[in-house]
Structures are given as C-alpha cells and as structure tokens.
C-alpha cells in the first residue's frame, strides 16, 4: 500500500471489502466453535467465567455484520483511509486474543480426550481466518501469530515432550500459512494494479474518441 500512489484508497477499499464479503461465514465459524467449546468445557472451568468469556467473543465477533451489511447494499465508500485499515487489522488482533488466551490457560489442565478438540478448533481458525483476512495481509499476519503463540504456550505449558514437539510442527504450520497469506495478497495487488490501469487507459482513450468527434 503506497500512500502516495493516485489509486491507494482506492485499493484499500477493495481490499476490506474483500475481507467484508466473508463476515457472516466468519461469524458463523465463531459462534459455532463458541458452542462446541462452551458445551465440552460447561463442567471443567467456573461457568461464570465461561459464560462471559462465550458472550464476550459471540458479540466482539459480530462486530463487522454492519459493515457488511453496508457493502451489501453498496453503500461501502470507493476510498478508504489508512485508519480503516489499522481498525481492521486491531479487531482481529483482539479477536485472536480473545481464543488465544483462554487456549494457553485451559489446554494444559483439559481432560486428554478434550485436548484433541482444543487444538483442532484452534489450527481450523488460524487456518481459516488466516486466508480469510488475506487481502489485508497485517491483519492476517497479526491474527495468525496471537493464536499461534496461544497454542504453542498451551503445548509448552503442560511440559510433557510429545506437545513441545507439537509446538515446533506448529510453527512450521503457522509459516505456510503467513506464506500463502503474502503470496495471495502480491496476487490480489497486482490484479487490482492491473485493473486500475485498464480502467484509466479505458478513460483516456474515451476522452481522445470524444475530442476526435
């Protein structure tokens, strides 16, 4: 993103909006771990704490439905500021920390048969979220390290050498998706160069067929 580029805002927008399209499969994705993990944990945690930290992330998780209902019905700006672009990419920061830390603090205590469950809804979501958040590759980047870093402390904390292991394949999991992430995102920015380019080469030449006539 160069600030100084005629098109960047524009780019910019593109960009969110192409992360806006996803939000209610997101939304859904979150809500439906949510259940899974507040109907496996009802009796293993204090349900006070349960219960808040399940609203906590059901609502903050939701919090991108009025932007797209917005770019639904087109009412999504053309040029966006450099701001959209740090909201965006805190509100999945924050919403990473919102399953990361309690990962890192119940894994190491959970039943063995409830570990599994753990760590498969935590490399769905670092997986997903990450090539989700693609055409924003900061946010994407900052998303996949927090719940990567969550789960790798939940893996080191119970000490036990099979799960150390299991941290260093995640970190050599979490690589290729920051990779596919950068890779996908120079693909969209060269797309939307390209397009940018035709449309203003489409311009001129309309303006030249206008003062031939």
């Known amino acids: 993103d160069d600030a100084a580029h005629p098109d960047a805002a524009a780019f910019r927008s593109l960009q969110v909006q192409a992360t806006i399209a996803l939000t209610p499969w997101a939304v859904f994705a979150n809500w439906a771990n949510l259940a899974v993990a507040g109907w496996t944990f009802r009796d293993g945690v204090d349900q006070r704490l349960l219960l808040l930290w399940v609203a906590a992330t059901a609502i903050y998780s939701a919090a991108g439905l009025p932007a797209w209902r917005r770019w639904r019905r087109g009412q999504w700006p053309a040029q966006v500021s450099r701001r959209t672009i740090s909201r965006a990419s805190r509100h999945a920061a924050i919403l990473a920390l919102l399953w990361a830390v309690p990962v890192a603090l119940i894994y190491p205590d959970a039943a063995l048969d409830h ?71 120079r693909q969209l920015g060269g797309r939307l160069t390209a397009e940018a380019e035709s449309t203003r080469q489409k311009r001129l030449v309309d303006m030249l067929l206008d003062d031939f006539h």
């Open 115 to 185: 570990r599994p469950l753990v760590v498969g809804i935590t490399i769905g979501m670092i997986c997903a979220g990450g090539f989700a958040l693609f055409p924003l590759p900061g946010a994407a980047m900052g998303y996949v390290a927090i719940l990567s870093v969550g789960l790798a402390s939940a893996f080191f904390r119970t000490g036990e050498q099979s799960q150390v292991l299991s941290a260093s394949l995640l970190v050599g999991y979490a690589g290729i998706v920051v990779a596919t992430v950068l890779t996908s995102s």
